[in-house]
């Protein structure tokens, strides 16, 4: 667990790093968003709210499974990975219908290195989450052996607290 929490701390300097790019050159230009950049709000707020889900889910997923209720982990898993691959979809969609690409302005090259690091961990996210949901059979998840269960858990909560800053950043405070 403690390479778990060491490897999280590297990637929120990464976050960080990012998020402080994006604010400083919301500092030196203006406007910010440039005149006629237009984000799908609407999809931005219901992948919060799916990631939201599949946080809450995640969580009742990690005390099944350490209370030996695997049926129980393994349906919240699955509502848990259908939150991430629903998320990447919404992602998708609104990168798609952005009138801005990756090359028109800083604003855009930020936007979709901001929004693209996020997805690129909510798929690795749903990766590990389909592999758990797998290999929940096995017995090395029992009461006191969890570890795995724990660490992705812990990386699914990541995944969402490092999206509710990205969408503040980039769709409340405009």
């Known amino acids: 667990m403690f390479g778990v929490v060491v490897f999280l701390a590297s990637e ?3 976050f960080a790093g990012l998020l402080a790019a994006w604010y ?13 950049f237009q984000l799908d709000a609407a999809g931005a707020l219901f992948g919060t709210i799916l990631l939201g889900l599949g946080s809450v889910t ?14 129980v982990a393994r349906a ?19 990168w798609r219908n952005a ?4 090359d028109s302005s800083a604003y855009g090259t930020l936007y979709y290195v901001l ?15 389909g592999a758990l949901t797998i290999f929940l059979r096995e017995p090395a998840f029992t009461r006191d052996r969890h570890a795995g269960v724990e660490a992705i858990a812990y990386y699914w909560h990541f ?5 509710l800053a990205l969408y503040a950043t980039i769709y409340l405070l405009r």
Do not use: E
């Open 99 to 102: 009138n801005f690409g990756v």
């Open 159 to 163: 995944v969402f607290v490092v999206w």
């Open 115 to 129: 929004t693209g690091t996020h997805l690129a961990h909510v798929v690795a996210g749903a990766v590990l989450l």
């Open 58 to 71: 995640m969580g009742i997923a990690q005390v099944a499974a350490t209370k030996r209720r695997r049926a």
């Open 12 to 14: 929120s300097m990464l």
């Open 24 to 36: 400083d050159l919301r500092g030196a230009a203006a406007p910010w968003p440039p005149a006629g």
């Open 76 to 94: 919240m898993l699955v509502l848990t990975l259908f939150c991430a691959l629903a998320f990447v979809y919404v992602a998708l969609h609104g």
